[in-house]
């Protein structure tokens, strides 16, 4: 049952738009817009991780997240390594793509979860150890933004980012 706080709409909006990389954050869409095929699989000097490696990370991290706030059942993979690729360079042109889909389909699915005024963003997930929904989406927010940051490093370092 939602909470009778009468700030809830309100905070809904504010953690939707930070969801969405609102304001100082890059968005994601932004990030991965017209990524050329040769240069995804690239580390820069310096750098631990390619586009891809990155992308995935988003995605695997943002699905377990989604998941443990939905899912009883669900099982976190492996740290650290259960949460980024195997491989430097995506398998396919396709895999690449999927990955973008899938990041935006659970991205809406986080979404949708903290916009629903049914969810109480405060309760405890009976699962956790102490996680609410409001924790999950801000610390969901927060991993994006740094993870998306860093995928535009990238890109600048490569010369596929255009400011």
């Not at 891809?52 to 669900?74: T, V």
Request: charged share 25%; proline share 7%; glycine share 4%.
């Amino acid at each position: 049952m939602a909470t009778k706080d009468p700030h809830a709409k309100q905070l809904r909006e504010h953690v939707l738009y930070l969801l969405d990389g609102g304001g100082a954050h890059a968005r994601f869409n932004d990030a991965v817009k017209d990524m050329p095929e040769r240069l995804r699989s690239v580390k820069p000097d310096g750098l631990p991780h390619s586009a891809w490696m990155l992308l995935e990370h988003l995605r695997i991290a943002q699905r377990d997240i989604l998941e443990f706030s939905r899912n009883p059942k669900h099982a976190s993979p492996k740290w650290p390594e259960g949460y980024w690729p195997k491989t430097q360079a995506p398998p396919s042109p396709a895999a690449w793509n999927q990955s973008v889909q899938q990041f935006r389909k659970d991205l809406k699915a986080m979404q949708d979860l903290v916009a629903n005024a049914k969810t109480d963003l405060y309760a405890r997930i009976p699962w956790g150890d102490g996680q609410t929904i409001l924790r999950q989406a801000l610390l969901l927010a927060d991993h994006n933004a740094y993870h998306i940051a860093q995928l535009i490093d990238v890109r600048r370092l490569v010369g596929a980012w255009k400011e």
